[in-house]
């Protein structure tokens, strides 16, 4: 007693898609993956504007890379 058997499940069913029929409920399924699609979509962009951009490509067009002249000379 108190745990529910797989009758109670079947009538649940049943009851659900009386009320809603087969059609709405695909429809819901169809709009609950379309919107955790565009979550994880959404999530994927903020990870890739959070992450920090590599110095070494921040350079403007059209500009020479600078190179230092070594002037110390390592004595070994």
Same mark, same amino acid.
């Given at each position: 007693?108190?745990? $529910?058997s797989i009758w109670?499940? %079947?009538?649940? !069913?049943?009851?659900?898609?009386? $009320?809603?029929?087969?059609?709405? %409920?695909?429809? !819901?399924?169809?709009d609950a993956a379309?919107?955790?699609?565009?979550f994880k979509k959404?999530?994927?962009?903020?990870?890739?504007?959070?992450?920090?951009?590599?110095?070494?490509?921040?350079?403007?067009?059209?500009?020479?890379?600078?190179?230092?002249?070594?002037?110390?000379?390592?004595?070994?």
């Amino acid at each position: 007693m108190g745990g $529910l058997s797989i009758w109670h499940w %079947i009538v649940v !069913l049943v009851v659900v898609m009386l $009320l809603f029929g087969r059609g709405k %409920i695909s429809e !819901l399924m169809g709009d609950a993956a379309k919107g955790i699609k565009a979550f994880k979509k959404g999530m994927s962009e903020d990870e890739q504007a959070a992450a920090p951009a590599d110095p070494k490509s921040i350079t403007p067009p059209n500009s020479q890379p600078q190179v230092r002249p070594e002037t110390e000379k390592k004595v070994g």
